[in-house]
């Protein structure tokens, strides 16, 4: 079920922003409920619903940039955990002279380093939004 979208997403002239239906008419639009079915159980005219969804589209969009950007953001604590974990036995591998593990560390920190920047790039897709 979409949730409302609060004062941010309201335009001061829209008629269905400011209507006290608005968070159950966005739900409804998202579900995909004709406009005119939709005008006449609020009162509202077809052609104000029709521009409401130009607010609703804008909202949905800044909200999946939100969800991509905290996904992203989990991603990176995530991959910032891996490299302590590969530093921390690195250093246990040269302590030991472990050659083998020692490589196998350098090898995965640069997947690791890799990864990082794809998400940097990605993060420069989502900038440019
Ligand atoms: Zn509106």
Sequence with gaps: ???HFGPAHQSARCTVCNHPSCPEIDRALIDGV??????????????????????????????QRQADQSHVSAFLEKLELLEVRLDRL?????????????LGCLQESIRVLSLREKVRHSLGGLASW
């Design 1 to 3: 079920m979409a949730k």
């Design 90 to 102: 690195f250093r246990k591998a040269e302590e030991s002279r472990s050659l083998h593990v020692s």
């Design 34 to 63: 004709p406009l005119r079915t939709l005008a006449a159980t609020h009162g509202l005219s077809a052609s104000a619903l029709c521009r409401h969804t130009r607010h609703l589209r804008h909202q949905l969009v800044i909200q």
